[in-house]
């Protein structure tokens, strides 16, 4: 039974920074790929980030590269999202995203497990 919720979700000022987190159960992240996706209503769901937790082998998508980073505490069995300089295009509900295998990619449908996400609302 894998249960994974997001928190930390808020209101920001574009170009201010926040956190948020992932914690899981019912599987370990060691041998796993975690991900972070967005999704405004009406678009498509958007890859934002992903880790090998493993290998720690890291990718961004392209509209957060350098912005971004994403991290676990393995111990904890907790993903973390840290952005910074965020603007109003960040504007999403934010989800965490666990996949079966060891590696995935950065489509939705590589991921098996989903969290309810949190919404993360940058000001102009």
């Known amino acids: 039974q894998v249960q994974l919720v997001e928190s930390g979700g808020r209101l920001v000022q574009g170009g201010g920074s926040l956190t948020i987190s992932c914690s899981a159960s019912?599987?370990?992240?060691?041998?796993?790929?975690m991900g972070w996706f967005r999704q405004v209503r009406g678009k498509e769901r958007e890859f934002v980030a992903s880790?090998?937790?493993?290998?720690?082998?890291?990718t961004y998508g392209d509209s957060v590269k350098g912005r971004f980073t994403i991290s676990t505490n393995s111990a904890k069995n907790t993903l973390y999202l840290q952005m910074s300089n965020l603007k109003p295009e960040d504007t999403a509900v934010y989800y965490c995203?666990?996949?079966?295998?060891?590696?995935?990619?950065?489509?939705?449908?590589?991921?098996?497990?989903w969290g309810q996400g949190t919404q993360v609302t940058v000001s102009s």
């Open positions: 995203a666990a996949s079966r295998a060891r590696w995935a990619g950065t489509r939705p449908n590589e991921y098996d497990y």
């Open positions: 880790i090998s937790v493993i290998s720690d082998v890291r």
């Open positions: 019912g599987m370990p992240f060691t041998n796993h790929e």
